[in-house]
Protein backbone atom coordinates (compact mmCIF):
# COMPACT_ATOMS: atom_id res chain seq x y z
CA UNK A 1 0.00 0.00 0.00
CA UNK A 2 1.54 3.59 -0.74
CA UNK A 3 0.74 6.22 1.75
CA UNK A 4 0.46 10.00 0.91
CA UNK A 5 3.75 11.44 1.42
CA UNK A 6 3.12 13.88 5.25
CA UNK A 7 4.91 17.19 4.62
CA UNK A 8 6.11 19.37 7.09
CA UNK A 9 8.50 21.22 8.95
CA UNK A 10 9.22 19.55 11.81
CA UNK A 11 9.09 15.58 12.50
CA UNK A 12 9.24 15.11 16.18
CA UNK A 13 10.19 11.48 17.03
CA UNK A 14 9.09 10.78 20.52
CA UNK A 15 5.72 12.48 22.53
CA UNK A 16 7.41 12.76 25.52
CA UNK A 17 7.28 15.96 27.66
CA UNK A 18 10.34 17.37 25.90
CA UNK A 19 9.27 16.29 22.90
CA UNK A 20 5.75 18.20 23.72
CA UNK A 21 7.20 21.27 24.49
CA UNK A 22 9.66 21.55 21.35
CA UNK A 23 5.95 22.05 19.74
CA UNK A 24 5.37 25.06 21.69
CA UNK A 25 8.67 26.92 21.28
CA UNK A 26 8.90 25.67 17.76
CA UNK A 27 5.44 26.75 17.50
CA UNK A 28 6.04 30.15 18.39
CA UNK A 29 8.30 30.29 15.44
CA UNK A 30 5.64 29.17 12.62
CA UNK A 31 6.87 26.04 12.70
CA UNK A 32 4.35 23.04 12.15
CA UNK A 33 5.18 19.58 13.98
CA UNK A 34 4.44 16.50 13.67
CA UNK A 35 5.25 13.85 16.40
CA UNK A 36 5.72 9.83 16.32
CA UNK A 37 5.97 7.66 19.03
CA UNK A 38 5.79 3.86 19.34
CA UNK A 39 3.36 3.84 22.41
CA UNK A 40 -0.34 4.61 22.05
CA UNK A 41 -0.22 7.82 23.95
CA UNK A 42 1.77 11.24 24.58
CA UNK A 43 3.99 11.23 27.75
CA UNK A 44 7.13 9.04 27.01
CA UNK A 45 8.05 8.23 30.61
CA UNK A 46 6.17 10.26 32.66
CA UNK A 47 3.08 8.42 31.13
CA UNK A 48 4.37 4.87 30.91
CA UNK A 49 6.64 4.28 33.50
CA UNK A 50 5.12 6.69 36.50
CA UNK A 51 1.94 8.17 35.33
CA UNK A 52 0.86 8.32 39.25
CA UNK A 53 4.27 9.01 40.80
CA UNK A 54 4.90 12.52 41.79
CA UNK A 55 7.85 14.77 40.20
CA UNK A 56 9.26 17.52 42.39
CA UNK A 57 11.37 19.58 40.38
CA UNK A 58 9.43 20.92 37.63
CA UNK A 59 9.64 25.14 37.57
CA UNK A 60 6.52 26.37 39.03
CA UNK A 61 5.32 23.19 39.99
CA UNK A 62 5.88 22.36 43.79
CA UNK A 63 4.70 18.81 42.86
CA UNK A 64 3.15 17.05 40.12
CA UNK A 65 1.93 13.46 38.41
CA UNK A 66 3.77 12.42 35.17
CA UNK A 67 0.05 12.22 34.03
CA UNK A 68 -0.75 15.80 35.12
CA UNK A 69 2.33 17.06 33.77
CA UNK A 70 2.07 15.74 30.26
CA UNK A 71 -1.41 16.49 30.08
CA UNK A 72 -0.57 20.43 30.98
CA UNK A 73 2.25 20.24 28.09
CA UNK A 74 -0.35 18.77 25.21
CA UNK A 75 -2.77 21.73 26.83
CA UNK A 76 -0.06 24.28 26.20
CA UNK A 77 1.56 22.00 22.83
CA UNK A 78 -2.05 22.97 21.70
CA UNK A 79 -2.82 25.99 19.80
CA UNK A 80 0.07 24.72 17.72
CA UNK A 81 -2.08 21.90 16.20
CA UNK A 82 0.72 19.31 16.63
CA UNK A 83 -0.32 15.77 14.48
CA UNK A 84 0.49 12.88 16.56
CA UNK A 85 1.38 9.63 15.37
CA UNK A 86 0.78 7.10 17.92
CA UNK A 87 1.88 3.00 17.39
CA UNK A 88 4.56 4.03 14.86
CA UNK A 89 8.51 3.82 14.92
CA UNK A 90 10.71 5.45 12.97
CA UNK A 91 13.20 3.11 11.24
CA UNK A 92 14.53 4.89 8.71
CA UNK A 93 15.88 8.49 7.81
CA UNK A 94 17.27 9.68 5.14
CA UNK A 95 18.19 12.61 3.36
CA UNK A 96 16.62 14.47 0.05
CA UNK A 97 18.23 15.52 -2.46
CA UNK A 98 17.16 19.25 -1.61
CA UNK A 99 18.22 19.12 1.82
CA UNK A 100 14.81 17.79 3.46
CA UNK A 101 14.44 14.22 5.40
CA UNK A 102 12.40 11.91 4.51
CA UNK A 103 11.05 9.39 8.02
CA UNK A 104 9.75 6.59 7.20
CA UNK A 105 8.10 4.40 9.75
CA UNK A 106 7.55 0.41 10.65
CA UNK A 107 3.63 1.15 9.76
CA UNK A 108 4.65 2.45 6.68
CA UNK A 109 3.95 6.34 7.58
CA UNK A 110 6.18 8.44 5.06
CA UNK A 111 7.36 12.09 5.98
CA UNK A 112 9.12 14.78 4.04
CA UNK A 113 10.42 17.30 7.11
CA UNK A 114 13.32 20.46 6.55
CA UNK A 115 13.91 19.86 10.10
CA UNK A 116 14.07 16.19 12.41
CA UNK A 117 14.14 16.44 16.08
CA UNK A 118 14.92 13.40 18.05
CA UNK A 119 13.20 13.55 21.60
CA UNK A 120 13.11 9.54 22.00
CA UNK A 121 14.38 9.43 25.92
CA UNK A 122 15.58 5.94 26.55
CA UNK A 123 14.60 4.82 22.87
CA UNK A 124 11.65 2.59 22.10
CA UNK A 125 9.37 1.44 25.02
CA UNK A 126 9.43 -2.34 23.51
CA UNK A 127 8.28 -5.66 25.27
CA UNK A 128 10.55 -6.91 27.98
CA UNK A 129 12.06 -10.28 26.63
CA UNK A 130 12.33 -13.53 29.52
CA UNK A 131 16.18 -14.15 28.69
CA UNK A 132 14.97 -17.85 28.30
CA UNK A 133 17.54 -19.56 26.35
CA UNK A 134 16.27 -20.06 22.54
CA UNK A 135 13.10 -17.96 23.15
CA UNK A 136 14.06 -16.31 19.74
CA UNK A 137 13.42 -19.28 17.47
CA UNK A 138 9.79 -19.38 18.64
CA UNK A 139 9.50 -15.99 18.80
CA UNK A 140 6.58 -14.50 15.92
CA UNK A 141 5.48 -18.42 15.89
CA UNK A 142 4.28 -19.26 19.00
CA UNK A 143 6.01 -17.05 21.66
CA UNK A 144 3.97 -13.17 21.47
CA UNK A 145 4.93 -10.27 23.10
CA UNK A 146 1.45 -8.25 22.21
CA UNK A 147 -1.74 -9.53 21.36
CA UNK A 148 -2.65 -7.81 17.97
CA UNK A 149 -5.80 -10.10 17.04
CA UNK A 150 -7.56 -12.10 19.41
CA UNK A 151 -8.34 -14.54 16.37
CA UNK A 152 -4.71 -15.89 15.92
CA UNK A 153 -5.40 -17.38 19.44
CA UNK A 154 -8.71 -19.23 19.07
CA UNK A 155 -8.32 -22.51 19.94
CA UNK A 156 -4.35 -22.39 20.98
CA UNK A 157 -3.81 -24.07 24.16
CA UNK A 158 -2.17 -20.24 25.82
CA UNK A 159 0.11 -19.77 28.74
CA UNK A 160 0.19 -16.64 30.17
CA UNK A 161 3.30 -15.59 32.35
CA UNK A 162 3.50 -12.41 33.89
CA UNK A 163 1.53 -10.78 37.15
CA UNK A 164 0.49 -7.36 35.77
CA UNK A 165 -2.50 -5.58 34.00
CA UNK A 166 -1.60 -7.13 30.34
CA UNK A 167 -1.18 -10.82 31.68
CA UNK A 168 -4.13 -10.68 33.48
CA UNK A 169 -6.51 -8.67 31.15
CA UNK A 170 -5.33 -11.16 28.52
CA UNK A 171 -6.11 -13.86 30.06
CA UNK A 172 -9.11 -13.22 31.00
CA UNK A 173 -9.82 -12.02 27.43
CA UNK A 174 -7.82 -14.87 25.63
CA UNK A 175 -9.76 -17.80 28.11
CA UNK A 176 -13.19 -17.85 25.85
CA UNK A 177 -11.83 -18.64 22.61
CA UNK A 178 -8.58 -20.26 23.65
CA UNK A 179 -8.44 -24.33 23.71
CA UNK A 180 -7.56 -23.97 27.36
CA UNK A 181 -5.67 -21.69 29.36
CA UNK A 182 -3.32 -21.60 31.99
CA UNK A 183 -1.35 -18.46 33.22
CA UNK A 184 1.65 -18.67 35.77
CA UNK A 185 3.49 -15.72 38.05
CA UNK A 186 6.20 -16.43 40.38
CA UNK A 187 3.84 -15.20 43.54
CA UNK A 188 0.24 -15.46 44.08
CA UNK A 189 -0.12 -11.51 44.38
CA UNK A 190 -0.86 -9.08 41.29
CA UNK A 191 0.23 -6.05 39.96
CA UNK A 192 -3.20 -5.25 38.27
CA UNK A 193 -6.82 -4.49 38.77
CA UNK A 194 -7.93 -6.27 41.52
CA UNK A 195 -11.32 -6.93 39.79
CA UNK A 196 -9.42 -8.58 36.96
CA UNK A 197 -7.51 -10.43 39.88
CA UNK A 198 -10.81 -11.36 40.89
CA UNK A 199 -12.24 -12.46 37.76
CA UNK A 200 -8.76 -14.86 37.50
CA UNK A 201 -9.58 -16.25 40.42
CA UNK A 202 -13.17 -17.16 39.55
CA UNK A 203 -12.00 -19.08 36.59
CA UNK A 204 -9.51 -20.96 38.45
CA UNK A 205 -12.62 -21.97 40.94
CA UNK A 206 -15.09 -22.63 37.73
CA UNK A 207 -11.86 -24.92 36.02
CA UNK A 208 -12.02 -22.96 33.09
CA UNK A 209 -8.19 -22.10 33.47
CA UNK A 210 -5.34 -23.00 35.47
CA UNK A 211 -3.16 -20.74 38.09
CA UNK A 212 0.33 -21.80 38.67
CA UNK A 213 3.41 -20.44 40.93
CA UNK A 214 6.67 -20.36 39.63
CA UNK A 215 9.25 -19.45 36.53
CA UNK A 216 9.84 -20.45 33.42
CA UNK A 217 12.72 -21.99 32.73
CA UNK A 218 12.87 -23.68 29.45
CA UNK A 219 11.35 -23.98 26.69
CA UNK A 220 10.13 -27.11 24.35
CA UNK A 221 8.86 -27.44 20.55
CA UNK A 222 10.26 -27.84 17.57
CA UNK A 223 11.00 -25.32 14.49
CA UNK A 224 9.50 -22.84 16.47
CA UNK A 225 6.29 -24.50 17.34
CA UNK A 226 5.77 -24.87 20.82
CA UNK A 227 4.88 -27.73 22.73
CA UNK A 228 5.79 -27.10 26.41
CA UNK A 229 7.86 -25.12 29.21
CA UNK A 230 9.50 -26.43 32.12
CA UNK A 231 8.76 -24.62 35.06
CA UNK A 232 10.99 -24.16 38.52
CA UNK A 233 8.19 -23.76 41.39
CA UNK A 234 8.36 -22.00 44.37
CA UNK A 235 9.62 -24.82 46.19
CA UNK A 236 12.58 -25.07 43.71
CA UNK A 237 11.08 -28.48 42.23
CA UNK A 238 10.53 -28.40 38.78
CA UNK A 239 7.47 -29.32 36.51
CA UNK A 240 6.24 -29.50 33.39
CA UNK A 241 3.46 -27.87 31.61
CA UNK A 242 2.06 -28.18 27.66
CA UNK A 243 0.89 -25.48 26.00
CA UNK A 244 1.47 -24.20 22.32
CA UNK A 245 1.06 -20.92 22.59
CA UNK A 246 3.19 -18.46 25.40
CA UNK A 247 2.57 -14.86 25.86
CA UNK A 248 5.16 -13.46 28.80
CA UNK A 249 4.04 -9.96 29.78
CA UNK A 250 6.56 -8.20 31.70
CA UNK A 251 6.22 -4.82 30.93
CA UNK A 252 8.37 -2.36 28.62
CA UNK A 253 12.09 -1.79 28.19
CA UNK A 254 13.25 1.03 26.47
CA UNK A 255 16.07 0.20 23.51
CA UNK A 256 17.41 2.33 21.57
CA UNK A 257 16.29 1.01 18.28
CA UNK A 258 16.59 1.71 14.73
CA UNK A 259 18.11 5.24 15.88
CA UNK A 260 21.45 3.41 15.91
CA UNK A 261 21.44 3.37 12.09
CA UNK A 262 20.89 6.70 10.98
CA UNK A 263 24.27 7.60 10.34
CA UNK A 264 24.70 9.63 14.02
CA UNK A 265 27.42 9.68 16.29
CA UNK A 266 26.68 7.31 18.81
CA UNK A 267 28.23 7.79 23.08
CA UNK A 268 26.87 4.93 25.12
CA UNK A 269 23.61 4.58 23.23
CA UNK A 270 22.76 8.96 23.66
CA UNK A 271 23.37 11.25 20.82
CA UNK A 272 26.14 13.86 21.49
CA UNK A 273 25.20 17.30 20.51
CA UNK A 274 26.50 20.95 21.01
CA UNK A 275 24.80 23.41 23.45
CA UNK A 276 24.39 26.41 21.06
CA UNK A 277 21.59 24.07 18.80
CA UNK A 278 21.04 21.25 20.48
CA UNK A 279 22.23 19.84 17.24
CA UNK A 280 23.78 15.87 16.10
CA UNK A 281 26.67 15.77 14.44
CA UNK A 282 24.40 15.95 10.96
CA UNK A 283 22.81 19.20 10.13
CA UNK A 284 19.24 19.50 10.53
CA UNK A 285 19.00 16.52 12.78
CA UNK A 286 18.57 17.60 16.64
CA UNK A 287 18.02 16.17 19.53
CA UNK A 288 16.81 17.02 22.96
CA UNK A 289 16.09 15.68 26.57
CA UNK A 290 17.63 11.91 27.96
CA UNK A 291 18.36 10.91 24.24
CA UNK A 292 21.70 13.54 23.95
CA UNK A 293 24.62 13.79 26.27
CA UNK A 294 27.24 17.37 26.02
CA UNK A 295 29.20 18.30 29.12
CA UNK A 296 27.58 18.45 32.31
CA UNK A 297 24.06 17.01 30.99
CA UNK A 298 21.62 16.18 33.62
CA UNK A 299 18.48 13.93 32.43
CA UNK A 300 16.48 16.34 33.97
CA UNK A 301 12.76 17.07 32.51
CA UNK A 302 13.66 20.96 32.73
CA UNK A 303 16.89 20.76 31.06
CA UNK A 304 15.11 19.46 28.13
CA UNK A 305 12.89 22.52 28.04
CA UNK A 306 15.41 24.57 27.98
CA UNK A 307 17.14 22.29 25.39
CA UNK A 308 13.95 22.11 23.30
CA UNK A 309 13.78 26.65 23.41
CA UNK A 310 17.57 26.90 22.19
CA UNK A 311 16.78 24.19 19.51
CA UNK A 312 13.83 25.67 18.09
CA UNK A 313 15.86 29.03 17.09
CA UNK A 314 18.43 26.72 15.53
CA UNK A 315 15.92 24.72 13.81
CA UNK A 316 14.33 27.86 12.29
CA UNK A 317 17.36 29.16 11.03
CA UNK A 318 18.58 25.76 9.70
CA UNK A 319 14.82 25.89 7.62
CA UNK A 320 14.92 29.16 6.70
CA UNK A 321 18.33 30.52 6.33
CA UNK A 322 17.39 33.91 4.39
CA UNK A 323 14.76 34.41 7.28
CA UNK A 324 15.23 37.43 9.62
CA UNK A 325 14.63 35.87 13.49
CA UNK A 326 14.03 38.29 15.87
CA UNK A 327 13.41 36.58 19.55
CA UNK A 328 10.42 37.59 21.13
CA UNK A 329 8.63 37.27 24.66
CA UNK A 330 5.32 35.61 25.09
CA UNK A 331 4.56 38.08 27.69
CA UNK A 332 4.59 41.50 25.55
CA UNK A 333 4.51 39.87 21.93
CA UNK A 334 1.09 40.82 20.43
CA UNK A 335 2.30 38.35 16.87
CA UNK A 336 3.11 35.60 19.53
CA UNK A 337 -0.28 36.26 21.39
CA UNK A 338 -2.02 35.80 18.67
CA UNK A 339 -0.36 32.42 17.79
CA UNK A 340 -1.49 31.19 20.92
CA UNK A 341 -4.93 32.16 20.59
CA UNK A 342 -4.95 34.59 23.44
CA UNK A 343 -4.07 38.10 21.96
CA UNK B 1 32.61 1.89 53.32
CA UNK B 2 32.06 -0.36 50.74
CA UNK B 3 29.81 -2.26 49.09
CA UNK B 4 31.20 -5.73 46.95
CA UNK B 5 30.02 -6.11 43.32
CA UNK B 6 30.06 -9.02 40.58
CA UNK B 7 29.81 -7.24 37.38
CA UNK B 8 28.00 -8.74 34.43
CA UNK B 9 31.14 -10.62 33.17
CA UNK B 10 31.42 -12.13 36.90
CA UNK B 11 34.62 -9.48 37.92
CA UNK B 12 34.37 -8.58 41.51
CA UNK B 13 35.72 -5.53 43.25
CA UNK B 14 34.95 -3.32 45.85
CA UNK B 15 33.09 -0.39 45.30
CA UNK B 16 32.88 3.00 47.69
CA UNK B 17 30.11 3.68 49.05
CA UNK B 18 28.39 6.50 50.75
CA UNK B 19 25.87 5.93 53.58
CA UNK B 20 21.85 7.63 52.46
CA UNK B 21 22.61 6.60 48.70
CA UNK B 22 20.39 4.20 47.03
CA UNK B 23 22.76 1.32 46.03
CA UNK B 24 21.52 1.52 42.13
CA UNK B 25 23.39 5.34 42.72
CA UNK B 26 26.76 3.70 44.10
CA UNK B 27 26.85 1.25 41.28
CA UNK B 28 26.25 3.85 38.83
CA UNK B 29 27.97 6.43 40.11
CA UNK B 30 31.56 4.06 39.53
CA UNK B 31 30.52 3.74 36.10
CA UNK B 32 28.54 0.17 35.86
CA UNK B 33 25.40 0.17 33.50
CA UNK B 34 22.71 -0.64 36.14
CA UNK B 35 19.92 0.55 34.63
CA UNK B 36 17.72 3.36 36.74
CA UNK B 37 16.25 4.19 33.86
CA UNK B 38 13.46 6.13 36.09
CA UNK B 39 15.79 7.31 38.61
CA UNK B 40 14.90 5.27 41.53
CA UNK B 41 10.92 5.44 41.46
CA UNK B 42 11.14 1.36 42.03
CA UNK B 43 8.98 2.37 38.27
CA UNK B 44 10.82 0.38 36.06
CA UNK B 45 12.82 -2.69 37.45
CA UNK B 46 15.67 -1.99 35.58
CA UNK B 47 18.05 -2.04 38.34
CA UNK B 48 17.69 -5.43 39.55
CA UNK B 49 20.25 -7.02 41.45
CA UNK B 50 20.73 -10.25 43.38
CA UNK B 51 22.11 -9.83 46.97
CA UNK B 52 24.47 -12.33 48.08
CA UNK B 53 23.03 -15.07 50.27
CA UNK B 54 25.10 -13.96 52.88
CA UNK B 55 23.08 -10.76 52.94
CA UNK B 56 19.64 -11.11 51.09
CA UNK B 57 18.72 -12.03 55.35
CA UNK B 58 20.38 -8.76 56.32
CA UNK B 59 17.99 -6.06 54.36
CA UNK B 60 14.47 -4.69 54.94
CA UNK B 61 11.99 -6.94 53.08
CA UNK B 62 10.93 -5.54 49.67
CA UNK B 63 8.09 -3.39 50.35
CA UNK B 64 4.91 -4.03 47.79
CA UNK B 65 5.80 -1.44 45.44
CA UNK B 66 8.96 -3.42 44.72
CA UNK B 67 7.19 -6.63 44.63
CA UNK B 68 5.50 -5.32 42.16
CA UNK B 69 8.01 -4.34 40.25
CA UNK B 70 10.34 -7.51 40.60
CA UNK B 71 7.19 -8.88 38.79
CA UNK B 72 8.63 -7.37 35.59
CA UNK B 73 11.72 -9.22 36.09
CA UNK B 74 11.42 -12.37 34.05
CA UNK B 75 13.68 -14.51 35.64
CA UNK B 76 14.64 -13.64 39.38
CA UNK B 77 16.78 -15.82 42.04
CA UNK B 78 15.62 -16.23 45.44
CA UNK B 79 17.64 -12.81 46.53
CA UNK B 80 16.80 -10.58 43.92
CA UNK B 81 16.03 -6.88 44.88
CA UNK B 82 15.53 -3.44 43.06
CA UNK B 83 18.88 -1.69 44.29
CA UNK B 84 17.09 1.73 44.18
CA UNK B 85 15.24 0.61 47.17
CA UNK B 86 18.61 -0.28 49.17
CA UNK B 87 19.24 2.91 51.24
CA UNK B 88 23.26 2.13 51.71
CA UNK B 89 23.65 2.58 55.52
CA UNK B 90 26.58 1.73 57.60
CA UNK B 91 25.25 -1.84 59.01
CA UNK B 92 25.70 -2.78 55.03
CA UNK B 93 29.58 -2.27 54.33
CA UNK B 94 29.99 -5.38 52.52
CA UNK B 95 27.19 -5.76 51.24
CA UNK B 96 27.66 -8.08 48.11
CA UNK B 97 25.21 -7.85 44.76
CA UNK B 98 25.32 -9.09 41.63
CA UNK B 99 24.34 -7.23 38.78
CA UNK B 100 22.31 -9.01 35.83
CA UNK B 101 20.92 -8.64 32.21
CA UNK B 102 18.17 -6.49 32.93
CA UNK B 103 15.92 -7.36 29.35
Request: glycine share 10%; proline share 5%; with cysteine.
Amino acid sequence: MTQETISTDVVIIGAGPCGLFAVFELGLLDMKCHLIDILDRSGGQCAELYPEKPIYDIPGLPVVSGQELTDRLMEQAAPFKPEFHYNEMVEELEKLPDGRWRVKTDGGLVFEAKVVVIAAGGGSFQPKKPPIPGIEAYEGKSVFYAVKRMETFRGKNILISGGGDSALDWTINLQPVAASMQLIHRRDGFRAAPDSVKKMHALVDEKKMQFHLGQITALHGDNGQLEGVTVKGNDGNDFQLECDTLLPFFGLTMKLGPIANWGLNLHENLIPVDTEKFQTNVPGIFAIGDINTYPGKLKLILSGFHEAALMAQAAFRHANPDAKLTFQYTTSSTSLQKKLGVA
Amino acid sequence: MRIVLVDQKGVEQALEAAEGWRVMEIIREHGFEVGGLCGGACACATCHVEVHAEWAGKLHPANDDEEAMLDEVPVLSPTSRLSCQIIYTEDLNGLAVKLVANG
